[in-house]
């Protein structure tokens, strides 16, 4: 009995033994499988393909900032890390691509970055969003509801290309947008406008709530290639007033042109200004292109006046509120004073 008690011990503890072991292979290899799984839901999605994404992932590539939020134009002069660009095809899943062919031009397709987020009290996701094609430059701001569903956009900060203008945008903790800018004068005064909007979410879009124009215009303007050569025919100064010109001059190739154009639309409290190189395309129309700006630019000339035309979205060389477009009169050129020869007395 007794020697068959010890057999029956050995027996059930080589079975516990065997039980234990296998608990623990089982809770090691669920521990395993857990840091498995955790560290795949983890795992950063990446948005530079074109495969479709879910829009939680996209949202999340935005890093949330703080109210107030602030940029200035001069945020682009640093380089962009190319790891967080956002693709094309996973940005349109979720803004419509009109709003980049409004910004850009159809089939522009500019590099996408997030910038950041914030959400307001109403469950609504403001996102701040950098494009960057050629020399234009923008900083959006898009808007999606408490279901994720885009509401609307708009450019947040435009860069000018003007030298004398600094540009300052803002969102404050009630979720108002303001644009700022400033521009130094000529004549050493400084001159400050400012735009504010706020979110219509009925009518799906940012509604402009107050404007504040720039206080003082330039003193002079000052033409860049006004002593440039002016034989060809066309070759001439088209003025409205002393801050509407188009100058033109001969270009360094024989079929095109060097142009100026600045003008300044009060209705619209708006200025643009582009200094470029134009072909001919036909005997009096020249256009102009340059790689890296989506700007395409029409010029029409008679003996009397030239014509601009704005084809192909100039936005980054003119406000918001107004086009390249109008017709402007041939100024007349001071006649030279000849000089004569004065008879002399003989003596």
Known sequence: MKAGANELYSVSHFAYMRLQKLCMKSAFFLFILLVCLSGCKGKKVSLTGNEPVEISDFLDSFAPVKLPFQVADSSFSRRENDSLLIGYKVF????????????????????????????????????????????????????????????????????????????????????????????????????????????????????????????????????????????????????????????????????????????????????????????????NKAVYRSAGDPCVLELTFTSSAATMKELEGCGSHRGLRCLFNGTFPRKKEAKKKQLTKKSTLHK
């Open 92 to 283: 349109t899943q979720f803004v419509p691509d009109s709003v980049l062919a409004k910004e850009f031009g159809k089939g522009i397709h500019p590099k996408i970055y997030p910038v950041g987020k914030v959400v307001s009290d109403k469950k609504e996701t403001y996102l701040f969003i950098k494009l960057i094609h050629g020399n234009k430059k923008i900083i959006d701001v898009a808007c999606f509801d408490k279901k994720n569903q885009f509401i609307a956009a708009m450019p947040f900060l435009q860069t000018d290309q003007l030298a004398a203008t600094a540009q300052v945008s803002s969102m404050d903790k009630n979720f108002t947008l303001f644009k700022n800018i400033t521009r130094k004068n000529p004549n050493g005064s400084v001159s400050e406008g400012k735009d504010v909007y706020v979110l219509n979410a009925d009518g799906k879009n940012f509604m402009l709530i107050m404007t504040d124009a720039l206080d003082a215009k330039p003193a002079e303007l000052i033409n860049p290639i006004d002593t440039l050569p002016r034989k060809n025919k066309f070759s001439a100064d088209y003025v409205k007033n002393k801050t509407n010109l188009i100058s033109v001059r001969d270009g360094l190739r024989p079929g095109r042109i060097i142009f100026f154009i600045h003008f300044e639309d009060t209705k619209a409290d708006c200025t643009g200004e582009l200094k470029g190189e134009a072909s001919f395309v036909s005997a």
